[in-house]
């Protein structure tokens, strides 16, 4: 059973880095067949994708985020992280971790979710 588990801090000031961590258990980051996501949901909005990093480390970025985004991988602790710089409070937003099927392009598993507030 693959399991994801987002981590960091729940409030970060304006003009801060937001650093969010996705542990991932019971199956390896390093594959090729999946892709691993940061997805976020500001408040009474829909879900927005913020990038992804490929089994090979490749990472990609939403074009609106690409300038402030850093995806990274620790493959020796199973994890990849999201920075996101000089936050404003539109960053406020719960933020995921999800795996990409590249086979069926299709999100099977999620982490549950972290709140993250951007306000001083």
């Known amino acids: 059973q693959v399991q994801l588990q987002e981590s960091g801090p729940g409030l970060v000031k304006p003009s801060q880095t937001l650093s969010l961590t996705c542990t991932v258990s019971?199956?390896?980051?390093?594959?090729?067949?999946?892709?691993w996501s940061w997805i976020r949901q500001p408040p009474e909005k829909g879900l927005e994708w913020v990038g992804f990093?490929?089994?090979?480390?490749?990472?990609s970025y939403t074009p609106s985020l690409k300038s402030r985004a850093v995806i990274s991988r620790d493959t020796s602790k199973n994890q990849f992280t999201l920075q996101l710089t000089s936050v404003t409070p539109e960053d406020t937003a719960m933020y995921y971790c999800?795996?990409?099927?590249?086979?069926?392009?299709?999100?099977?598993?999620w982490g549950q979710g972290t709140q993250v507030t951007v306000s001083s």
């Open positions: 999800a795996r990409w099927v590249t086979d069926t392009s299709l999100l099977d598993y």
């Open positions: 019971g199956g390896s980051i390093a594959t090729d067949s999946y892709v």
């Open positions: 990093i490929t089994g090979s480390g490749k990472p």
